[in-house]
């Protein structure tokens, strides 16, 4: 009786931040017009996001870049802007109850020194990064496959700080989750994500928070890094903010609600697929084929 009340209340939870959208989607799309459906955009990225600890600028960018007409270097600053508010209300729905403490909390340092030696440091040109973004994104979609593939074992591991070699590769990696994440907007989250699930052997749902919370203080230290340095089109920010706000809340409740839902066993091999997942894994292949043979065709005029 008491699983059946909440479980009632929280698909009231997630009825009421999709009525609360549509409203706010159709008041926006009166005053604003087109502009409107880049709210909307936004929470779809958003919600998918904070349900798979991936970067939302697998879709900002290329709609930023081939809709909206903005130079790869803008969209990339507003990509990392509207990750800072989406990523951040994804982290605050998963709670503490997911997220690895100090997993997130080695992870978080490293990567916003990447973040920092991107913005700051190692600069790539605006013409490296939708190339770049197109092969970061094909090696996210085969970290996906992997996780995907991926079963977890019947016991459950947990993160600890050491001065062992798994705990150094970690701290490195997340660094250079960081570089990708403060270049293309995306990479950090689903890095640290899959080290939790194959090294440490954490839940898929700890792993994935974690993941998102990371990503989350990594973007606000982009976007904190890139008010410094300029050129953010804050007249677009206006219209995504909204969307990704919702869009994280609702991202992170469906993802622990689809966890929910997997039936239990005991046997190893038993961790079904989520559809989430091989849907999202699919849009970011063509992601990174579009872009790709973008850039093949551009060249070659």
Not at 42 to 61: D, K, P, Q, R
Not at 88 to 98: D, E, M, N, P
Not at 144 to 164: A, D, N, Q, R, W
Not at 278 to 285: H, R, S
Request: aromatic letters at 14%; proline letters at 3%.
């Amino acid at each position: 009786m008491i699983y059946r009340l909440a479980k009632k209340i929280h698909k009231k939870s997630l009825l009421k931040i999709l009525l609360l959208l549509a409203i706010s989607f159709v008041a926006a799309h009166y005053a604003f017009g087109s502009r409107a459906y880049l709210t909307l955009a936004s929470f779809f990225a958003a919600a998918i996001a904070n349900a798979t600890a991936v970067g939302g600028g697998f879709l900002f960018m290329p709609l930023f870049i081939y809709v909206y007409k903005l130079a790869p270097v803008v969209a990339l600053k507003l990509s990392i802007a509207t990750q800072a508010f989406g990523m951040t209300s994804g982290a605050l729905s998963w709670g503490r109850k997911y997220i690895d403490i100090k997993a997130f909390s080695v992870a978080s340092v490293a990567s916003i020194i990447g973040v920092w030696f991107a913005s700051f440091v190692w600069v790539v040109p605006s013409s490296y990064i939708k190339p770049l973004f197109a092969l970061t994104s094909l090696g996210v979609f085969i970290a996906l496959v992997l996780e995907i593939k991926y079963k977890e074992s019947g016991t459950e591991g947990s993160f600890s700080f050491s001065h062992s070699h798994s705990t150094w590769l970690f701290i490195v990696v997340a660094f250079i989750g960081g570089l990708m994440t403060g270049w293309t907007a995306i990479g950090v989250g689903e890095v640290v994500a899959l080290y939790l699930l194959f090294i440490y052997r954490l839940k898929v749902d700890v792993a994935i928070a974690t993941g998102v919370a990371v990503l989350a203080v990594s973007s606000i230290a982009g976007f904190l890094f890139h008010t410094i340095l300029g050129g953010i089109p804050w007249y677009l920010l206006a219209f995504t903010v909204p969307g990704v706000i919702l869009g994280g809340r609702f991202g992170a409740k469906l993802a622990i609600y689809l966890e929910g839902r997997v039936p239990v066993s005991n046997r190893e091999d038993a961790v079904p697929a989520s559809p989430l997942k091989l849907f999202f894994a699919a849009v970011i292949l063509l992601d990174c084929l579009a872009i790709l043979l973008s850039e093949t065709i551009t060249k070659s005029v």
